[in-house]
């Protein structure tokens, strides 16, 4: 079975810049779930999806963040204007139903200049 | 708010010790919890996953206890080898859906 897929695996951007993460679940999963988890702390939710709707973006910084589901399939993560303070490793997961077993991908680590 | 506590944030341990991971939450009202283990520059893998009806859950050499009353989960490892260094992860889910993660506890095994 494969498993979650993300890319890219490392970005570095300056300050004020904007970046786009990508994130492929696992075939059949409905619930889809976007993490950021800075050095040192557990992983803090940003945004869940159920197919293609939103289950829950309370802690989604939304004016500067944003997701979309296109399809209930594939993710994107957008970032625009990044901060310094969003240095963080971006993990994707998904499940088949919520609260279901999580499957997460490697992540990416954004790195802010 | 649900807030999971994990302790000790670091533990080292010679290879083939028994050993006992804690976390503690807030909220006794979960639906399930689960254990995750991280590896350097990796994504989480999910260890065990306990629902709030279940006390404990098994697989292979890890055994996970949950006690709702006490708000505490147990994450036993048989046997330590090198190979299980690695931070550990326990995430309660409420009703509300979302996995609250605690910080973690960093293990290492010496050979």
């Known amino acids: 079975e494969a498993g979650v897929a993300q890319s890219p695996r490392y970005k570095i951007i300056e300050k004020r810049q904007s970046v786009a993460f990508w994130c492929n679940p696992i075939?059949?999963?409905?619930?889809l779930y976007w993490y950021q988890q800075i050095l040192g702390q557990g992983p803090k939710l940003l945004i869940q999806?159920?197919?293609?709707?939103?289950?829950?973006d309370s802690q989604l910084p939304k004016d500067r963040f944003s997701a979309e589901r296109l399809k209930g399939v594939d993710s994107t993560l957008k970032i625009q204007p990044a901060k310094l303070e969003d240095s963080a490793v971006y993990l994707c997961?998904?499940?088949?139903?919520?609260?279901?077993?999580?499957?997460f991908g490697q992540g990416t680590r954004l790195t802010v200049v | 708010k649900q807030e999971v506590t994990q302790i000790p944030a670091a533990l080292s341990v010679p290879e083939g010790e028994n050993l006992v991971l804690n976390c503690s939450f807030t909220d006794s009202a979960i639906y399930n919890l689960q254990w995750f283990r991280q590896d350097p520059g990796k994504g989480l893998t999910s260890l065990l996953l306990?629902?709030?009806?279940?006390r404990e859950q098994t697989s292979g050499r890890l055994n996970a206890s949950l006690d709702k009353s006490s708000g505490r989960s147990t994450l036993y490892i048989a046997a330590s080898q090198p190979g299980d260094s690695a931070t550990y992860l326990c995430?309660?889910?409420?009703?509300?859906?979302?996995?609250?993660f605690g910080t973690g506890t960093s293990l290492t095994v010496i050979p």
């Open positions: 997961a998904s499940s088949y139903r919520d609260r279901d077993r999580a499957f």
């Open positions: 999806f159920q197919n293609n709707g939103v289950v829950d």
């Open positions: 075939s059949g999963h409905a619930t």
């Open positions: 306990i629902q709030s009806s279940q």
């Open positions: 995430a309660a889910t409420n009703t509300g859906n979302q996995f609250y």
